[in-house]
């Protein structure tokens, strides 16, 4: 597929598209459009023309307005059944005296699994420092947090439903990572990948900071509250 026009210059994405779809229009073919934030990002470079077998697309989205433009299949959250397996499984809890603070966690939550398991991996870390801290702690700070982002206008900027327990949840765990020794590293590594694919970021691109010992710390101390994972290779 080339990807330069008859003049030599770059062909526009829109008419890139159209010749990967034409290449692959006599086989079976699957195009993926991951984490897509709104419809118009990928309204020019959608297929224009379809036939019975060719091309499939599959869009994933936390967007929810495709009206007109592809049917949807709706990805529930965790049911309080199992948000309740999961935390005890993650938080090693082998009893139900806890059940009515773990529920109300939940529904604080909103069963979403990426606040689940960015409060997991935030109560974990804290119990390394401190074992008596408890489900009602963290249920406090949340509260906190919560009052601190009240005048933040979401929707403004996203339509996610759970855009505000996402933000409240990596508020509570990016101020604690602030208080480490090495808080301000961390938090700059996240914003280095914030501009990044998110998917494989090489470690090598970051031993040119000075040092090493200090890199391995943070990229733990990031991993320790999940904020990053190891990924597949």
Request: overall charge negative; charged content about 25%; cysteine-free.
């Amino acid at each position: 597929i080339e990807t330069e026009n008859a003049l030599g210059q770059e062909k526009e994405l829109e008419h890139l598209a159209e010749d990967i779809y034409a290449h692959f229009s006599q086989s079976k073919s699957l195009f993926i459009f991951d984490n897509v934030e709104h419809a118009k990002e990928i309204e020019d470079i959608l297929p224009k023309v379809y036939n019975t077998k060719n091309p499939t697309i599959l869009i994933t989205s936390r967007y929810s307005n495709w009206k007109n433009i592809a049917p949807t299949l709706s990805l529930n959250v965790f049911t309080e059944e199992e948000a309740l397996a999961f935390i005890k499984t993650e938080l090693s809890i082998t009893h139900d005296a806890e059940d009515a603070q773990l529920k109300a966690l939940i529904k604080l939550l909103q069963g979403l699994p990426l606040a689940l398991q960015q409060m997991v991996a935030y109560i974990r870390q804290e119990r390394n420092i401190n074992s008596q801290f408890s489900i009602q702690d963290y249920i406090a700070m949340h509260h906190q947090k919560k009052q601190e982002l009240l005048n933040f206008g979401f929707s403004e900027y996203s339509n996610d439903p759970y855009a505000k327990t996402v933000w409240t949840t990596w508020k509570v765990t990016i101020d604690r990572i602030k208080k480490e020794s090495i808080g301000d590293n961390a938090i700059n590594i996240l914003q280095i990948m914030s501009f990044l694919r998110p998917d494989y970021i090489e470690n090598s691109i970051f031993l040119s900071l000075p040092n090493r010992e200090q890199l391995t710390r943070t990229i733990q101390l990031l991993k320790n509250y999940s904020m990053i994972n190891e990924g597949i290779r």
